[in-house]
């Protein structure tokens, strides 16, 4: 099989058709001169983190609130190691966004006064399974909005150093796309499928975050060079067990404890309430004989019930499902809990791009927003949107004294000699989910995955290292027979430099900062004189360089300068 070379030129290409990637799309077109493409490789009605639906947008400053208390709350819970800037600018943008999306019909729950009805200091409630939708529709509307369904983008076209485009596969037809482009914004999310997961086998995918985010524009952004931010902060979700459904739903929705199989309350033996302790103490409490751990739902009334049952069925219909097949209800059985395998995401924590203040990476003519962009924890759905509008309105500047370019014919020959060796290669000895299931083997033993109890030591992530940098040379020779394979392949070389890039993370922060999320058992202790700062690394000529970076403040217009 050999691809058909299909040439597109445009003013803003937008890699992923995801929340971010809507609403950059729709920022961006309120310009209507400017041409806009979007390359989803699923479909844009139903892709990323929002294709089933959620029932809260959990970040929005309601009655009082302010942009500044924001900021103080997503500092304490990450210990001080965030970009203030990024989280300042998002939080003053929450509510704008809302009302944007509730104005193109997102139903927002309200009260007898009017008022948006709250789940907490930060939520609001809302009937969002077509939330997806909803924004793909407004997308559809606009004619400068050009939409590419089923198109993989696997890498950045470079010149001079800088981003000039991204190449693309059809996954339905024998199409390699060049797409040249002005400017170019990242919003394919973060990476999940890295470490191996809770449920095995066939059920192998049923995990917290979308297995279709795997780490593409992160593996993208690091094999152009681009400097990446806090790996090393995962995200590790506290979720019902088997069913991995959000646990907020019902901590938040109806108010419930966590409780041990004795009966009694221990999150606050282990600290303050963070999302983080919440976690390591579920974690602590089964290491020491009291598990399994649960929110004690028993006892809840047959309203909060029905509300339970109504609202998982908006987001996560198996843990309603669950409860139908076996006969039983929250209000007689508490619900039990456990954590996911570790994710990299930069909605919930950290980790990403690192970018100035309006989103622009360090490399020329490349933005980021969304859980593809670092610095800039617990933005969840709306601080998606609102990074989204930051960065288009920046790329719409930045275009304004740019011409495309393009790049000759022999340098595009290689890359097409690239993706077509994947068809001509031999039969390869390792299938693909063969590699894949290793790399999640290897990260799970060595790099602190669940069976670790998310613990790891320096000996065992230069095994890891070590095993990573085999696979990835293993996974360049896999042999596809069709475009679904192809697209497996580039998948799973893309979690492969994500683990890469995470483990040299991982051995760079030599402390203790974020129990589980970051547990370094050579370094158990926080040391806030040496690591209040942020650990970022660079990919240059096969290898990672650390490079460490000092807080950036609330009120600070950061720019990159070196």
Not at 142 to 148: G, P, Q, R
Not at 332 to 354: C, K, L, M, R
Not at 423 to 447: L, R, S
Request: net charge neutral.
């Amino acid at each position: 099989m050999r691809l058909k070379p299909e040439v597109l030129t445009t003013d803003i290409l937008i890699v992923g058709g995801g929340a971010a990637g809507c609403f950059a799309a729709l920022a961006a077109s309120d310009n209507p001169s400017i041409q806009i493409v979007i390359a989803e490789k699923s479909n844009i009605k139903r892709s990323g983190c929002l294709a089933a639906g959620v029932n809260a947008l959990n970040a929005y400053i309601t009655e009082g609130e302010t942009a500044e208390s924001f900021v103080d709350y997503v500092r304490e819970e990450f210990d001080g190691v965030i970009r203030e800037d990024l989280v300042y600018t998002i939080a003053k943008g929450l509510n704008s966004v809302t009302k944007r999306i509730e104005d193109e019909g997102l139903p927002i729950l309200k009260d007898e006064a009017g008022k948006y009805v709250t789940r907490g200091k930060r939520s609001i409630k809302i009937n969002g399974e077509n939330i997806k939708p909803i924004l793909a529709n407004a997308v559809g509307r606009m004619k400068s909005i050009k939409t590419l369904n089923g198109v993989n983008i696997f890498d950045y076209i470079l010149k001079d150093g800088k981003v000039i485009g991204a190449y693309g596969f059809s996954i339905k037809e024998e199409k390699l796309y060049v797409i040249y482009s002005k400017a170019t914004i990242c919003a394919t999310g973060g990476a999940a499928g890295v470490y191996k997961p809770n449920n095995p086998t066939f059920s192998r995918h049923k995990m917290w975050y979308s297995p279709f985010n795997t780490g593409a524009g992160y593996a993208m952004g690091i094999r152009a060079g681009a400097e990446m931010t806090t790996f090393e902060m995962r995200f590790i979700a506290l979720r019902c067990k088997d069913t991995i459904a959000p646990t907020g739903t019902i901590a938040q929705g109806v108010r419930t404890p966590q409780i041990n199989s004795q009966g009694e309350r221990y999150v606050q033996n282990y600290g303050k309430p963070t999302t983080i302790n919440r976690l390591y103490a579920t974690v602590m409490e089964n290491l020491n004989g009291r598990g399994p751990c649960y929110l004690k739902t028993s006892g809840i009334n047959e309203q909060q019930e029905q509300d339970l049952l109504k609202a998982y069925l908006n987001m996560a219909p198996s843990q309603t499902l669950k409860w139908v097949e076996n006969k039983t209800s929250p209000t007689n059985q508490d619900v039990e809990i456990e954590g996911t395998e570790p994710y990299i995401v930069g909605g919930h924590t950290a980790s990403g791009y690192w970018v100035d203040t309006n989103r622009k990476t360090t490399i020329n003519g490349l933005f980021a927003a969304g859980d593809v962009t670092g610095g800039s924890p617990k933005k969840y759905v709306t601080g998606c949107l609102v990074e989204g509008q930051i960065a288009a309105e920046a790329a719409v500047k930045y275009i304004q004294e740019i011409n495309n370019e393009s790049l000759d014919s022999i340098k595009l020959e290689e890359k097409f000699k690239e993706v077509d060796s994947f068809f001509e290669n031999k039969q390869n000895p390792y299938t693909i989910e063969q590699v894949e299931e290793a790399m999640q083997k290897v990260m799970d033993e060595y790099a602190g995955g669940i069976s670790q109890h998310y613990v790891y030591t320096s000996e065992k992530l230069s095994i890891a290292s070590k095993r990573i940098d085999e696979l990835l040379v293993i996974a360049n020779k896999l042999k596809a027979d069709d475009l679904h394979e192809l697209m497996f392949i580039y998948e799973i070389i893309d979690r492969l430099y994500v683990a890469k890039v995470l483990v040299a993370h991982l051995l760079a922060r030599t402390e203790t900062r974020w129990r589980c999320y970051q547990e370094n058992a050579d370094y158990p202790q926080k040391d806030d004189s040496n690591w209040l700062k942020y650990v970022n690394s660079r990919y240059e000529n096969g290898e990672i360089d650390i490079i460490l970076r000092n807080l950036v403040g609330r009120d600070e217009i950061y720019e990159h300068k070196n």
